[in-house]
């Protein structure tokens, strides 16, 4: 790697440093040192990689159907037992999210019993303030994507199928299969949203499933599930598994710990 790949933060006599700044969410950034002395230059160390985990956000107590349940610390939400399967129920989480690149997980704590391959989907809502005042949280009967009333991208990983109902390019073209993963209890489905470069991929159990949606302009992304069976989910916050696995510090919530 060269020498211009790297900005220098300190130079002196301490052995120890405190670099005082804000680092961006899941960006990968490497340090290196180097000691000098009267007897000459040392050569750089091996670098290490800093990656800054995204703040965890929650299931929003509000933004949710009626058939949908939370857990105490909105981690953890499932389908109400006592209630019809006929429709989806939609729910988001409580942050909207308005730049930047953000990767989160969904684990699937219980599959449910049905066999249809159109029970869950994870994606994206288009949040501007003109789409939230008309999305009916309570009593919507559509997923992520299907319907104007639900604006926005989704994967169904059951089915491999992809729905887009906001201008956006679908990779491959919208119904055909994305992906031919076989989902089970347990599985973790990520979501990697790159605002900037406007893409939207998807992961599953860490393993990379390619662009999804691309060209997706817009000013804020929510995301959000669909079910449509006795499921429950719960978010998860790993390291992105795109970051390669090397020495690494990763800090959540400003406490760093290597791994």
């Not at 159907?65 to 037992?81: G, H, K, P, V, Y």
Request: some cysteine; overall charge positive.
């Amino acid at each position: 790697m060269d020498n211009e790949e790297y900005a220098t933060i300190y130079r002196g006599g301490e052995t120890k440093f405190t670099w005082k700044t804000e680092l961006k969410y899941v960006t990968v950034y490497k340090f290196r040192v180097q000691v000098r002395t009267t007897e000459g230059v040392g050569c750089w160390s091996t670098p290490v990689e800093v990656v800054k985990a995204h703040p965890a956000f929650r299931w929003h107590s509000q933004w949710r159907n009626l058939r949908i349940e939370l857990s105490q610390d909105r981690l953890s939400a499932w389908w109400a037992r006592s209630l019809s399967q006929k429709y989806w129920a939609t729910f988001a989480c409580d942050k909207q999210l308005e730049m930047g690149v953000h990767y989160m997980e969904v684990e699937i704590v219980d599959l449910g019993k049905s066999k249809s391959e159109k029970k869950l989907a994870v994606g994206a809502i288009d949040c501007t303030k003109e789409n939230l005042r008309r999305i009916d949280w309570q009593f919507g009967k559509e997923a992520i994507g299907a319907g104007v009333d639900m604006p926005g991208w989704a994967f169904h990983p059951i089915s491999g199928v992809l729905n887009c109902s906001v201008g956006a390019k679908c990779l491959p073209v919208e119904g055909k299969p994305y992906s031919d993963i076989h989902i089970q209890t347990g599985d973790r489905i990520g979501m990697l949203l790159d605002m900037p470069a406007g893409r939207i991929s998807f992961f599953c159990n860490g393993q990379d499933l390619g662009v999804a949606f691309e060209d997706v302009v817009v000013t804020s992304l929510l995301p959000a599930v669909s079910l449509r069976d006795k499921i429950e989910v719960k978010l998860c916050f790993p390291p992105p598994p795109y970051v390669k696995r090397a020495p690494k510090i990763v800090i959540h919530s400003g406490h760093p710990s290597i791994s």
